[in-house]
């Protein structure tokens, strides 16, 4: 039964939504994921309406302070009057770490619900998402390390790594493909660090407290047109000058920031390596990748049930199902 009252930002809960508590009093996180340009934020924000929540950020490059355009960020006077967690925490030369985030996130969400509210989880980066819902052990980094199997990444290429990385944990190998370079580099210096095979600190499918996640799909042939044409409005609304003044900023500096979608591509039309045109369509090439693997990513696990994003009902059936998956 639903009890709850929607209240303005930041008001004590008085009342609580209690069909999204388990039996031992515990607030449900509600998770929305799922593919670059399906909608996700504007789903947020709905369930956040209906069930008395918060959002609290699960993309990676939303951290960033200053990255709005090109993260597609919702603008402050768009957010409804709804408090959003974990946007602009960090500067453009910090790296954004899986670690700091799941700090970061604890936080957030214990807030959130310590407050009476829902926490809404919403964003694409598919770690990260986990790092917020399940048990999910954090190895160790090392600079130098990382640096070195880097440098190996670019002078021997992917294929090489991945060689290795199935010779020494071929768990690990299967799970990460040998297109991730990132990953690899990361599964190899976890192993250097530890000793333990990288598939060993690897997520479980455990959750940390009561949850239930919706993903959002889109045919490809649409998500494509829609990636297209929001990388055009990206610079149509003023990226380039935005990555010029991140630039001014120190974004070059940043091993993360610099390395995201649009923003790479941008500094290279700035650079004069890239026409306008170029850089847009690499945007959007690149784009239509990483979607490729979220959907990859997110099909894996189970326990996500996915509504089609134009669903004309879509927010009374992602209500219906997050009420109907009570702890």
């Known amino acids: 039964m639903t009890t709850s009252i929607r209240r303005g930002p930041g008001t004590a809960s008085t009342a ?20 670059t340009a399906t909608g996700k934020s504007h789903l947020g924000l709905d369930l956040a309406e209906a069930l ?3 959002i609290v950020n699960a993309d990676a490059s939303q951290l960033y302070r200053g990255m709005d355009i090109g993260t597609a960020k ?21 790296e954004s770490t899986l670690a700091a985030y799941q700090e970061r ?72 493909g040998p297109a991730n370079g990132r990953r690899l580099v990361r599964a190899l210096e976890v192993i250097e660090l530890t000793g333990r095979p990288f598939s060993a600190t690897m997520p479980t499918r455990t959750y940390r407290r009561p949850a239930v996640q919706v993903g959002l799909r889109a045919d490809r042939p649409l998500l494509h047109e829609r990636i297209a044409r929001r990388a055009r409005q990206m610079w149509e609304d003023g990226l380039l000058d935005e990555v010029r003044r991140l630039d001014g900023q120190g974004l070059r500096d940043g091993r993360t920031a610099s390395r995201a979608i649009g923003y790479a591509q941008a500094l290279g039309q700035l650079d004069g ?29 189970p326990r996500i049930t996915w509504l089609d994003h134009d669903d004309p009902d879509l927010t009374d059936r992602a209500l219906a199902l997050i009420r109907a998956a009570r702890p």
Do not use: N
């Open 273 to 301: 390596d890239l026409t306008r045109d170029q850089a847009i369509d690499e945007t959007a090439l690149a784009t239509r990748r990483f979607a490729r693997r979220q959907v990859a990513w997110f099909k894996a696990d």
């Open 105 to 176: 996130v604890t936080v957030a969400i214990d807030d959130v619900c310590a407050r009476g509210r829902t926490p809404i989880l919403v964003g694409g980066s598919g770690l990260y998402a986990r790092a917020a819902l399940d048990v999910l052990e954090i190895p160790p980094t090392d600079p130098g390390a990382r640096a070195a199997w880097e440098q190996r990444l670019e002078t021997e290429g992917p294929d090489a790594l991945h060689a290795q990385l199935r010779e020494q944990d071929p768990a690990a190998a299967r799970a990460i």
């Open 74 to 94: 919702l603008p402050v006077a768009e957010r409804r009057g709804i408090p959003h967690h974990l946007l602009d925490v960090l500067d453009v030369r910090e």
């Open 16 to 35: 609580l939504d209690t069909s999204l508590m388990d039996v031992g009093g515990r607030a449900t996180v509600v998770a929305v994921v799922g593919p």
């Open 52 to 54: 008395d929540g918060e």
